[in-house]
Every structure is written in C-alpha cells, then in structure tokens.
C-alpha cells in the first residue's frame, strides 16, 4: 500500500482553512439587513464595516505571508482563526456601529486576510514541486466553495433564529478549525524529515533577520524596482475590477436595470461561483503545463471580448446567451490565480509568497476602485454600458501586460535568487 505523502495531509487542511475563510469574510452581506432592522444603521454605515473588511482583506496579504516566513504558517493561521473567532463572536454584545467596524471590518478583515491567497502562495512553494499548479488551483477554488456552502446556511440561519446565531456559528467553526490545523498543518516539510511533494532535494530555508513587517517592505521595495512586478499588479488590479469590482458588485442592479428579477439575478451570479471553482482548478492544470504568460494573456483577452458583449445580453428572462455568458466568466473569474502565483514564484524565488501578496492587494484595490466607478457612471449616465465597454478594454490591455512579460524569457528561464532581507 503506497503511503500518502505528508503534502497531501497539509494541502486538505489549507483546504478546510480557506473555505472558511471565504465564508467567514462574506458572511457581513448575510447580516446587513437583520442589522438595519435592529438597530436602525444605515446600509451606508453597515456597508463601512464590509469596505474595511476587504481593504484589510487584501492588505493583510503580504504583511500575513512575512509572518508565515518568520514565524510559520501553522501559528499565523491558528492565530487568524482565533482573531475569526474573537470578531465573530463579539458581534453578539454590540450595541453601537463603532463596534461592528471593529468586529466585522478590523478583526474578521485581519483574520481572514492572513488566511487569503498569499497563504496558497506560501503552502504551495514550501510543500509542492510536483503538481504546484493544479494543488494552487484546487486550494484558490475553496475561495468560491466556501461562499457557496456558507452563505446559503448563514441566511437560513439568520433568518429562522436570528442573525446572532448566524455571527456564533461563524466562530465556532472557526475555532473548530484551529485544533485541525495545529493536528495537520506543518511549516515546512524538511521540519519533519521530508522533501517537499516532487523535491529531489531539501529546499534552503529563507535567513530572515528582520521584523515580518520591515520584511514585506523590503520585498515590495526590491520587487518595485523591476518591471515584471508593475505588469503582475497592473494586470491583478484589473482582474479585481472586472471581476469582484464591477461583476460581483452590480451584475444584478444592471440585470434588476433590464426587467430581470433580483432571485433570478442572483441565482446566475451564484452559477459563476460554481463554475469559478472547475475553471481554476482547470487552470491549476494548464500552469503545470503551459507558459504562465501565455495563460494570462489569454484569460485576459477572452475576458475583455465577453465584457464587450455583455451589455447586449441583458433581459427580462434568462436567455441562453446569458448563460453562455454566465458559463465563460465563472470559468475565467480566478483562472488568473494559478499562472499569477507560479510567475511570482518564477521572478522572485522564495519571496514570491510576499510578492504575490503585493499583487493581491492590488486586486483588491482595482476591485475598490471599479466598484464605486461603476457606481458613478450608473448615476450619471442611466445605465452601466459604459462600466462594460471600459472593463472589456482594461482587459484587453491586461492581456497585453501579460505578454509583455514574454521579452524576459530568457533571463527569467531560471529563477532569480531570493531576495535578500
């Protein structure tokens, strides 16, 4: 019987980990109207705690994946399912909106944030050589399933007994995680005698000699300085905006905008999450395979020629162009995960994981920026056409960064050596 190597083990629990954090960090959307009803805050207060809830969602990324470097993953997640936990569960006693920006916006933005794709980045890198690309897309797609598993069960939940029970249940599955991970989740493999998934020979570990935070400052102000990073987060920061930003954000107030209704609307939204989880695990597979740079490119490509049509799909009812439609983006929304992460890898050697968190968090900015720029042209214009048209062209030039990065295939043939710190 053919033992199963300890990565597999590792890559399960990193699982279980970002499905509940997926969940954990979107369940604010569960709770804003029961807390409009109760305690009478406006969306717009309600809807601070959630824009500070993903900005840290995505800032925390590199500063999480320099601790992880320092102090190990093992303790950094263990104490990001306590923080869940901890803002969560406090939610139950709150009486005033400070406390729901503090609870839901800083702790659960913070906790989920050191649990975000940087920590896939840093997984991968330390546990896999084989397979790296389809393990990166398996884990980024319990991003998508644990939305889909925890939403649905959180607005019953909220609905039936309240959404106080909803918030405890968040933390307790949270700290159900926590003894999973200390059972399960190691550092590195050398730590226990083995070779990572693939490795022919022990990987060095990283001498880091500063503080996590100066480290994610000396990564990014090293990695700034050469241009395959500018085209990395400039091509991120759209896929942000094209997809969270702009899809994910007014996707149904433009189908409501057409006659479609709001349950309809949603429904084909909830069908991009399912196909969102085979198109990156399909994409996982093409990284192990193809030019990175190449993928991008055409992820990219494809992307701004559907945001193109997209404008004349709209309708009362759901017609099968729509669908079309709804099938292609869900398979394309996080493809660009996988390819992304193995470029930072390739450029940037054993800081790829804190590079790659760098970009990350310009996906979370474009996702920002799009979402109240569309707001903006709904406003003054009537309609969101000119949200999709802009989108569709910011795509195209996406593609044309990421194959700009082509010119550096010889130099980057081998990776650059790690960063100093």
């Known amino acids: 019987m053919v033992k199963l190597h300890r990565a597999w083990w590792v890559a399960a629990v990193t ?39 993903l900005a840290l969602y ?38 005033a909106s400070w406390e729901l920006i503090l609870c839901w916006g800083v702790l659960v933005g913070l906790g989920t944030g050191s649990m975000a794709l940087a920590f ?12 790296r690309g389809i393990v990166t897309g398996v884990l980024t797609a319990g991003g998508a399933a644990g939305q889909l598993v925890f939403l649905p069960a959180l607005a019953s939940i909220a609905d039936s007994v309240g959404w106080r029970i909803a918030a405890l249940t968040v933390a ?4 159900v995680v926590v003894p999973l991970v200390a059972w399960l989740l190691r550092d590195r493999p050398e730590d226990i005698g083995l070779l990572a998934y693939g490795a022919t020979k022990p990987q060095p570990r990283p001498v880091i000699t ?16 050469t241009r395959n990073f500018w085209l990395l987060a400039a091509g991120f920061a759209i896929c942000g905006a094209t997809t969270n930003g702009l899809v994910g954000t007014h996707f149904i107030p433009a189908a409501m905008d057409h006659g479609m209704g709001e349950t309809a ?17 399909f994409s996982g597979w093409l990284t192990d395979r193809l030019d990175s740079r190449v993928l991008l490119g055409a992820y990219y490509g494809l992307r701004g020629l559907s945001l193109f049509a997209l404008p004349s799909l709209f309708a009362g ?59 903006i042209v709904r406003d003054q214009l009537g309609n969101y056409d000119l949200a999709w048209y802009i989108a569709g062209l910011l795509s195209c030039a996406a593609a044309a960064l990421s194959l700009l990065m082509l010119a550096t295939r010889r130099r980057a043939a081998t990776p650059e050596p790690a960063m100093a710190a």
């Open 15 to 53: 699982f279980v980990a970002l499905v509940g954090a997926a969940g954990f960090r979107a369940t604010p959307g569960v709770l804003m109207n029961p807390l409009h009803a109760e305690f009478g805050w406006s969306m717009g207060t309600i809807s601070a705690a959630v824009s500070v809830n």
């Open 58 to 95: 995505g800032l925390t990324s590199p500063f999480a994946a320099a601790l992880m470097e320092r102090f190990g993953i093992r303790r950094v997640v263990s104490v990001a399912l306590l923080v869940v936990a901890a803002g969560s569960g406090l939610t139950v006693f709150m009486t």
């Open 120 to 131: 896939v980045a840093t997984v991968t890198s330390a546990w896999f050589v084989k397979h």
């Open 172 to 175: 307790a599955a949270a700290l």
């Open 210 to 225: 500063v503080s996590a935070g100066r480290r994610a400052i000396q990564v990014l102000a090293s990695a700034a300085r």
């Open 265 to 281: 609307a949603a429904s084909l939204l909830a069908l991009v999450g399912v196909f969102d989880i085979a198109g990156t695990i």
């Open 317 to 375: 009812t759901t017609q099968p162009s729509m669908l079309v439609f709804i099938v292609f983006y869900g398979l394309d929304w996080v493809a660009t995960v996988p390819p992304t992460v193995a470029l930072c890898r390739r450029y940037y050697g054993t800081a790829g994981p804190i590079v790659f968190g760098w970009v990350f968090a310009s996906h979370q900015v474009g996702a920002a920026f799009a979402a109240v720029a569309a707001g």
